[in-house]
């Protein structure tokens, strides 16, 4: 699918938002967007040479400058012996942090409203479903895929267009202090948590850092914003006050009588299930499987409640979800029913998935499965747990 031209700048903007120091150029230029890599870049664009992990951006600036690009941003001025050398070139400090400023630039000056979604497990399907609440595409901007983290964030945000009302952004972290950095470009109007489990050990160390890490994401909320949180998890209740600011209003969901947003009653099938509100009679018809998507289900009813989507559209749109591909997917083949649960594995993930398979009327299961990575010290009894689970499930 060809990538759409994003909003219109100017060299004078780029240097607004990113305080780089413009080494040649005009800055009344304009520029049709923002794109970091040469390979798709549009013709009119300025290209942002990041520094990566096994790519150095700067080494493709020539590239760019055969392919349209109207202007560099650069952390060194690299040595161009064709079309780079005479294009509008802006220097800044690191071209990562760049990308993010411009990012942060553009979601100020679009006025979306920004709902950031961030938690353990169930950060995707609830970041899907909370853009299926809310609308089509037309108006709904969502992150692609999993593109959570300190690339895949800004550029999300670079494709708002003036249309746009909402923006359902997803945070990745497997680091202490990258929430914060993502939820600083963000804005965010509302905050998700999903929930908080044993993922990321390695770095974290602890369940606490776990719960610290994502807790952050609060901190940027404004007086006014929205904070959603799993009320079934006392811990993190308790500690979330601590992150808001003034005037934030705290909305829980789950299934104890103290969540704002209460499941009462799950009814599962082999394609579906039905979840009963408290204070509505009616069932809502979820087309996934597996208890654990019924608190996905909660958490993007209940974002949709705070920000005032009515029961009824939330009830329409439910109907025509499609469950994300390698997450409690169903696909049958040849008479085989398979639970296509790959994407990824943590502990508490691992957990949800078997407990599924189990509820799946099937006359014999077999779970094929993979290891659990970056839990450090927790590793060994982290499996050996989930082998125990494996084996009282049946």
């Known amino acids: 699918m060809s990538r759409l031209p994003a909003a219109s700048w100017t060299i004078a903007q780029l240097l607004e938002a990113t305080g780089g120091v413009l080494v040649r150029g005009e800055p009344s230029r304009e520029i049709t967007g923002i794109a970091i890599d040469s390979r798709n ?16 951006g700067h080494r493709f600036v020539d590239d760019a400058a055969h392919r349209g690009a109207s ?21 800044v400090d690191n071209t990562t942090e760049a990308l993010g400023d411009l990012a942060r630039f553009h979601r100020r000056r679009c006025g979306a409203t920004v709902i950031a979604v961030t938690g353990s497990c169930g950060k995707t399907t609830t970041k899907e479903l909370i853009a299926h609440l809310f609308g089509g595409p037309e108006f709904v901007l969502k992150t692609s895929g999993t593109q959570n983290n300190h690339i895949g964030v ?8 003036e249309e746009h009302r909402t923006a359902v952004v997803e945070l990745g972290s ?12 963000a804005e ?10 044993p993922v990321h050990l390695e770095f974290f160390g602890s369940l606490m850092g776990v719960l610290r890490e994502k807790l952050s994401l609060l901190k940027s909320l404004p007086p006014g914003g929205s904070a959603v949180l799993p009320g079934d998890q006392l811990d993190v209740c308790l500690a979330a006050p601590a992150y808001l600011a003034p005037n934030v209003r705290l909305v829980t969901f789950g299934t104890t009588d103290r969540c704002d947003l209460q499941v009462l009653d799950v009814q599962r099938s082999e394609r579906d299930m039905a979840i009963r509100l408290r204070d509505h ?52 083949c040849n ?11 943590n502990p508490l993930s691992f957990a949800r998935a078997l407990e599924t398979l189990r509820d799946m009327r099937v006359r014999r299961r077999i779970a094929i499965v993979g290891d659990m990575l970056e839990l450090g010290a927790y590793a060994p009894s982290a499996h050996q747990a989930i082998g125990r689970l494996a084996a009282q499930l049946g």
Do not use: K
């Not at 690299?78 to 070139?89: D, F, I, K, Q």
């Not at 497997?174 to 470009?185: C, F, R, S, T």
């Not at 109007?189 to 908080?196: C, F, G, Y």
């Open 188 to 197: 965010p109007d509302l905050a998700v948590l999903t929930n908080i489990g």
């Open 71 to 91: 202007c560099l941003i650069v952390s060194h001025v690299p040595e161009a012996a064709n079309g780079a050398s005479v294009l509008p070139t802006i220097l």
């Open 281 to 332: 009679l009616s069932p809502l018809t979820v087309p996934m499987i597996g208890y654990h998507n019924m608190e996905n289900t909660a958490a993007a009813l209940s974002c949709a409640w705070a920000l005032g989507v009515p029961l009824s559209q939330m009830r329409e749109r439910l109907v025509s979800f499609e469950a994300v591909p390698l997450r409690s997917q169903v696909v049958r």
């Open 174 to 185: 497997n680091h202490p202090g990258e929430i914060a950095y993502l939820a600083a470009i």
């Open 154 to 161: 800004p550029l999300t945000l670079l494709r708002l267009r």
């Open 41 to 56: 870049l549009l013709s009119g664009e300025a290209f942002v040479a990041i520094h990566g992990r096994r790519f150095d």
């Open 335 to 345: 008479g085989l029913t398979i639970l296509n649960d790959c994407y990824n594995a």
